[in-house]
């Protein structure tokens, strides 16, 4: 499947800084902006597809309004991350100039009714994405949406990690009640932002203060609900799926054991070889020849 742009803006003292950078990966397409927009500046909006936007400060000066259906706007300040559903108009203005940046990710039906599954089933799904949604700070997203962006502004890095990312960032703006552990466990979707969190970190370690903001629980709670899920200590589970991450590495051949084991944050390659073979049978070496046939 294919994302089709089907989008409107029209701004008046609104400008980018530098070219805006996007990427299309199957039904979606992600864009980072770096603007400007002088006080006074506006903006109209609209788009035939759902869209989020994640701010990265704060962007309560910008006014924003949206159409009640019956031809009423009422303004109040921006939201640092918000999600507007297809055909849904918005309206900005700048009541100060302000240099700012953000992420927009835009994306057919099919996929944001799929990136809230299976925590939600599809009738829930499809009437999550009809409500708009917005968050006045996001610490959790924010993380996710830098992530995404960095994919987006690299376009030569692996188009495997954009979905995920985009996946765990829209769940956790549009159903972030989905994800509510009350039987002791993380859902799904929860382990999918998690994860997406660590991936695109390339690998390097995470705190539990870091994991436990990304799905927001507390510390103490989120140690509990972890190992309750995944039958591992954030510790360990991070060691194995840094090794997950190395067979991707090691399959593809373009990098060395030794800055393998660099980029993924190992101490050393001796380090890095141990922890391989505990969970892999065997050396990284011995394991990529073995795959390349000798």
């Not at 397409?29 to 002088?38: H, I, K, L, N, S």
């Not at 799929?114 to 925590?119: D, H, I, T, V």
């Not at 949406?145 to 990690?161: G, V």
């Not at 899920?229 to 373009?254: D, F, H």
Request: glycine letters at 10%; zero cysteines.
């Amino acid at each position: 499947m294919s994302y089709h742009h089907d989008f409107t803006g029209e701004t008046e003292g609104i400008r980018p800084v530098v070219p805006v950078r996007w990427r299309q990966v199957g039904g979606l397409m992600g864009a980072f902006w770096e603007a400007r927009g002088e006080a006074g500046g506006r903006g109209y909006y609209v788009s035939a597809n759902p869209r989020i936007s994640v701010f990265f400060a704060d962007v309560s000066s910008i006014r924003v309004a949206h159409s009640d259906g019956r031809g009423a706007r009422a303004e109040r300040p921006l939201a640092r991350a918000f999600y507007i559903p297809a055909g849904v108009p918005m309206w900005t203005s700048f009541t100060k100039t302000l240099v700012f940046s953000h992420l927009d990710l835009h994306l057919d039906l099919e996929s944001a009714v799929r990136f809230l599954g299976p925590a939600v089933d599809r009738s829930a799904a499809l009437d999550l994405v009809r409500r708009p949604a917005e968050r006045a700070e996001a610490v959790e997203l924010e993380g996710l949406a830098r992530a995404l962006a960095a994919e987006i502004t690299r376009p030569a890095r692996a188009r495997s990690r954009v979905e995920p990312l985009a996946a765990a960032l829209f769940a956790g703006l549009v159903a972030p009640g989905a994800a509510d552990p009350g039987d002791g466990r993380l859902t799904p979707a929860q382990m999918r932002r998690i994860t997406a969190r660590f991936d695109a970190g390339g690998g390097r370690r995470l705190s539990v203060a870091e994991m436990s903001e990304t799905v927001s629980l507390s510390g103490s709670w989120f140690s509990t609900v972890f190992k309750n899920t995944t039958g591992l200590t954030p510790s360990q589970w991070q060691l194995g799926r840094r090794v997950e991450l190395a067979r991707g590495l090691l399959a593809e051949g373009g990098a060395s054991v030794a800055e393998i084991a660099h980029d993924l944050g190992f101490t050393d390659q001796a380090h890095f070889t141990r922890v391989f073979r505990r969970h892999a049978g065997e050396t990284p070496a011995a394991w990529q020849r073995a795959r390349r046939g000798g």
